[in-house]
């Protein structure tokens, strides 16, 4: 199979992602099939690669694990994560038994790139976005402008009495905050690299709304003035919308986990609440689950609250994937951040969210002396002088802010089959229904069809016991379809069962039958959202 490597040397152009997928499409065609879910703001398909055998039966009758990535602009690893989990599973097909199991009876759904527009602005000009910016017509406003045509939108720095900040002593390539007691300058002001609209030389402000898309899901969503980045409703961005329609359409899906790039940590629910206000069941299970995610990454498991801390402070983050995820779709759900710069450079996650601003400043000096260290990167860059058209003498330069946000490559390629066997480990514990079935003769043409159906899957059929509790949660029902030369005798040929326990939770159901022709048939499917659709064909004989 002569499926396309997945290249740890850069990171993923929006042209060089759909090629990689179109690739992956057209190598493995029973496996593969590419579809857009929707279209950015600047006309970019964000694409959904289904991976299923469709040879015994299609996606949409299978249970679906679902991953995204890059929700998050900088967030560049996140796609070349999900490239592998794609490449380890069309690769492994016929090969790995595990994964030739799971690709028969379950589908993937892969969005790697689910922020195509804000994710093309920084792998191309390194542009500071978090998820996407719209640019306000107000005066004195900052823009992003790539000012010195070196094709990168860096930093620009320069030198103001006033300025908020100053050349840190040890490492004067960086600047850090201007304290009370400091009066000896130089001091400085600093900004992404740009022009300023109608400036009046004095004043400055932000010149962008900026859009943070892991706050536009619905559950706990708050507006823009109590959750920064929210937007204007819940899934009011075009691509977020796509991916709420998207789920909401594929009810078969049991699971679902995002690609982050921050302190590198497996995260679950809650972002909004702790352990006590959630289900206890349902906890415990994150937390054994997460817990293997743990093991297999190296990655410390915590929950987004605990995640969420900055100098001992603990924050809500309203409108999250996760609280989504379960909250309003009863599922366990995960994000995995991949690491970033500070993880590469040697600073462990722990102690990056509890670090003081002192300790900050040092971990940006030991990262920089890693990047040193590691020209090839070119994580950042030294300062140079420009004439700014507005500003006089400024320095350009600084951090790439893509290489910043994300672990270093070389230590993705040790990275994604981890999190590759995560996914996995989630993936195997679906529910999964089977039927037996029995046939007995009662008198003459009369006969009496029981049909046992069982979950052989580790979840229950409902996933996760804040399902209970919702109304789009379906119970498993199972439908008699009867061939030519059968009468039904008792009861409807439609039955709802419940839900079923798992491993081994079942119930048995039974009809009775008259045969009026030879060897007729009859097909018994039963059905659950999560759990799959399975059919039994009986001849009556």
């Known amino acids: 199979m002569a499926l396309p490597q997945i290249t740890f040397q850069h990171f993923y152009t929006y042209r060089q992602l759909t090629f990689a997928l179109r690739r992956m499409v057209k190598e493995s065609p029973p496996l593969a099939r590419l579809e857009s879910i929707g279209r950015s703001p600047e ?19 299978k249970p679906a694990y679902l991953v995204h990535a890059n929700i998050h602009a900088p967030e560049l690893a996140g796609p070349t994560a999900a490239l592998w989990l794609a490449w380890h599973l069309l690769a492994n097909y016929g090969a790995d038994e595990g994964v030739t199991d799971l690709l028969d009876h379950q589908a993937f759904y892969l969005i790697p790139r689910l922020n195509p527009d804000g994710a093309e602005q920084v792998v191309t000009r390194n542009a500071s976005v978090r998820s996407r910016s719209e640019l306000r017509d ?13 094709g990168w939108i860096l930093d620009m720095r320069w030198e103001d009495p006033d300025g908020e900040l ?3 002593p040890e490492e004067p390539r960086l600047l850090i905050p201007r304290r009370a007691e400091d009066r000896a300058g130089p001091f400085y002001r600093c900004w992404p690299e740009g022009y300023f609209r109608d400036w009046d030389g004095f004043h400055i402000r932000g010149g962008s709304r900026d859009f943070d898309f892991n706050r ?7 507006p823009e003035h109590l959750q920064g980045g929210a937007g204007d409703f819940p899934f009011s961005e075009p691509e977020m919308r796509a991916l709420g329609e998207f789920v909401c359409a594929h009810p078969n899906i049991f699971g679902m986990l995002g690609f982050h790039t921050g302190g590198n940590s497996v995260l679950r ?8 206000e959630l289900n206890a069941a349902d906890v415990k299970i994150m937390r054994e689950l997460g817990e293997k995610g743990a093991a297999l990454t190296g990655f410390k498991l915590r929950s987004v609250t605990e995640y969420c801390r900055s100098y001992s402070v603990t924050s809500k983050l309203q409108g999250h994937f996760t609280d989504w995820g379960y909250d309003h779709l009863g599922l366990f759900v995960f994000e ?3 690491g970033n710069l500070y993880n590469t450079a040697g600073i462990p996650t722990d ?16 990262t920089l002396a890693w990047s040193d260290a590691n020209p090839e990167y070119g994580a950042f860059v ?11 003498r400024v320095e350009i330069g600084g951090w790439k802010r893509y290489a910043l946000y994300n672990p270093w490559l070389q230590d993705l390629r040790d990275i994604a089959p981890k999190c590759t066997q995560f996914i996995l480990e989630h993936a195997r514990r679906a529910p999964r229904l089977a039927v037996r079935t029995t046939l007995d003769r009662i008198e003459g043409s009369v006969f009496r069809l029981r049909a046992e159906v069982v979950n052989v899957g580790q979840f229950p059929t409902h996933v996760t016991a804040q399902a209970t509790k919702l109304a789009s949660t379906k119970p498993v029902s199972v439908t008699l379809e009867l061939g030519a030369g059968l009468e039904l005798l008792s009861r409807s040929d439609y039955a709802e069962i419940g839900h079923l326990a798992g491993p081994g939770g079942k119930q048995e159901v039974e009809w009775f039958l008259r045969r009026t022709e030879e060897a007729p048939t009859a097909t018994v499917v039963a059905q659950s959202p999560k759990g799959g659709v399975v059919r039994a064909e009986v001849e009556i004989k």
């Open 43 to 61: 006309g970019r398909d964000v694409w959904m690669l289904e991976v299923t055998n469709q040879a015994t039966g299609p996606a949409e009758d």
């Open 138 to 150: 107000l005066k004195n406003s900052h823009y992003q402008a790539d000012v010195n045509n070196d």
């Open 166 to 168: 100053k050349p840190d």
């Open 216 to 222: 536009n899901f619905p559950a706990f969503w708050q």
């Open 269 to 276: 629910p809650s972002a909004t609440r702790g352990d006590d």
């Open 336 to 338: 995995i951040e991949l």
């Open 351 to 366: 102690e990056w969210q509890e670090a003081s601003p002192e300790q900050r400043e040092e971990f940006d000096r030991r």
């Open 382 to 392: 030294n300062w140079r002088p420009f004439d700014h058209p507005q500003l006089g």
